[in-house]
Nanobody, 124 residues
Framework: QVQLVETGGGLVQAGGSLRLACAAS????????VGWFRQAPGKEREFVAV????????TVANSVKDRFTISRDNPKNTVYLQMNSLKPEDTAVYSC?????????????????WGQGTQVTVSS
């Protein structure tokens, strides 16, 4: 069983940056794709980015493309989401998730396990 813990959230002004980390414990997730999703109050959970198991293929949502970058460090069992030029509409709870069967899934239904999430708040 893999447990995921997200860190790095917080309060930042518009235009600022944050780097989120998703750390796995229990077993390695180096063979799994890992994605980031976000959910704002009153809205559905939204895909943000995903990286394949080897770290050589990524997909990023159009809404954050050119601002957010996903990467992974398999020896450290950690996946990162670098968020630059943050906007108030990026405010949400950000969660990471692992997919055992799919290489770059964008649907939340294709993920097998999830972290609890970390709050990101961007002030205007």
């Amino acid at each position: 069983q893999v447990q995921l813990v997200e860190t790095g959230g917080g309060l930042v002004q518009a235009g600022g940056s944050l780097r989120l980390a998703c750390a796995a414990s229990g077993r390695t997730f180096s063979s799994d794709a890992v994605g980031w999703f976000r959910q704002a109050p009153g809205k559905e959970r939204e895909f943000v980015a995903v990286i394949n198991s080897r770290g050589d293929s990524t997909t990023v949502a159009n809404s954050v493309k050119d601002r957010f970058t996903i990467s992974r460090d398999n020896p450290k069992n950690t996946v990162y989401l670098q968020m630059n030029s943050l906007k108030p509409e990026d405010t949400a709870v950000y969660s990471c998730a692992g997919s055992r069967l799919y290489s770059n899934p964008t649907s939340r239904y294709l993920y097998n396990y999830w972290g609890q999430g970390t709050q990101v708040t961007v002030s205007s």
